[in-house]
């Protein structure tokens, strides 16, 4: 099959920007891998993201609101597209997620696959996610199928751990390809260190290194329902409210508080109800660039360390998988898969915008 030049972009619920990524593939084999950038949200975008994950829940698809700065994200991935620099045979858009409710049958990313379609000048991928959603899968994590590809020289079983907003696993072995969200990634985290003053997140685990885990709070934390759902499984940024809520969490100094959410996600990633212990965690998002997080990581798990020890490159991961995907789109391939979502079979997905 012939390989395609894809363009992957992928931003993701840490709300930090648009990453974008250049590569080889016919949607099964993995080609050259060329460059990626990212291209940081402004701080007013950023800050109107934030506040419409917070409203999306009560809004309706059509909300005047959401379209417009759903037209601010695709100017921003238009421009990632342009700086990057690359001739491409098609773009893989994911949009922004501002909600997501597989139990309702509902996933909600904005932004406008025509118009970025119009403003590149090449056909888009997009709607990776509604036909598993409507299907009754989870319509998360979908990077499995990358995952897959690129570790098919490495001796399995092999876990591939992506900490963004929200953390998530792909379990490929044996016993086939498997996957879920697993807990919390950065985004407490990063919600926690902006409140108390301490910037847009834990940079170089700073603030948690000088703090001790609570863990009567890290207890209650635990007791959040979710953990004891079996694979697959798919989670929202903000499901975890009420529980964080509820924990105490607020009456610790920021450090404490700070050294408890570390802990907390390394031990929901722990708890995921892997087939047997991978013979090494490969870690990608922009979680591996904590060293708290890295370390609370390796006291559970044993074998860890950032993709970049697979020659993988980190920052790029999720904006290449999305290139991949998108030429799977093109060619009719499964997006999803039994264990990865939940569909019953196979799914394919995704939809295509040709420039005008």
Not at 31 to 41: A, C, E, F, K, V
Not at 195 to 209: E, M
Not at 264 to 289: D, N, S
Not at 311 to 328: N, S
Request: proline letters at 7%.
């Amino acid at each position: 099959m012939e390989m395609l030049r894809a363009i992957g972009l992928m931003s993701g619920t840490s709300l930090d920007g648009v990453d974008a990524a250049w590569l080889e593939t016919d949607g099964d084999r993995v080609g050259r891998l060329g460059p990626s950038l990212t291209l940081p949200y402004d701080a007013a975008l950023r800050s109107d993201l934030r506040a419409l994950l917070d409203r999306a829940p009560a809004l309706d698809r059509d909300d005047a609101g959401a379209a417009e700065i759903g037209v601010r994200v695709t100017v921003w991935h238009a421009e990632a597209v342009r700086a990057l620099g690359m001739p491409a045979d098609i773009v893989g858009f994911h949009g922004q997620t501002i909600l997501h409710r597989p139990a309702r049958r509902l996933t909600w990313q904005i932004g406008d696959a025509a118009a970025l379609a119009q403003a590149t000048g090449i056909r888009v991928a997009w709607d990776f996610r509604t036909a598993d959603v409507a299907a009754g899968g989870e319509g998360a994590p979908l990077a499995p199928a990358w995952h897959a590809a690129l570790a098919t020289p490495l001796p399995p079983p092999v876990a591939v751990l992506n900490i963004g907003g929200v953390a998530n696993v792909t379990y490929v072995g044996g016993e086939g390809l498997l996957a879920c969200d697993t807990g919390p990634g950065n985004g407490p985290l990063d919600d926690w260190a902006r409140r108390h003053g301490h910037g847009d997140c834990d940079r170089d685990g700073a603030l948690s290194a000088q703090g001790r885990v609570d863990a009567a709070v890290l207890a209650r934390l635990l007791g959040d329902r979710y953990f004891g759902r079996p694979m697959p499984k798919s989670l929202d940024r903000l499901d975890f409210g009420a529980t964080l809520a509820a924990s105490g969490l607020e009456s610790l100094p920021a450090a404490d508080g700070a050294a408890t959410l570390v802990a907390f996600t390394a031990e929901a990633v722990a708890r995921a109800p892997l087939p047997q212990a991978p013979r090494r965690w490969l870690v990608g998002g922009g979680g591996r660039r904590n060293p708290s997080l890295m370390a609370a990581l390796g006291a559970r798990l044993g074998a860890v360390a950032p993709v970049e020890a697979a020659g993988w490159d980190g920052d790029a991961l999720e904006a290449q998988c999305f290139g991949f995907l998108a030429v799977r789109v093109l060619r009719g391939l499964p997006l999803s898969f039994p264990g990865t979502t939940g569909v019953a079979r196979p799914l394919p997905g995704g939809r295509i915008a040709e420039p005008g």
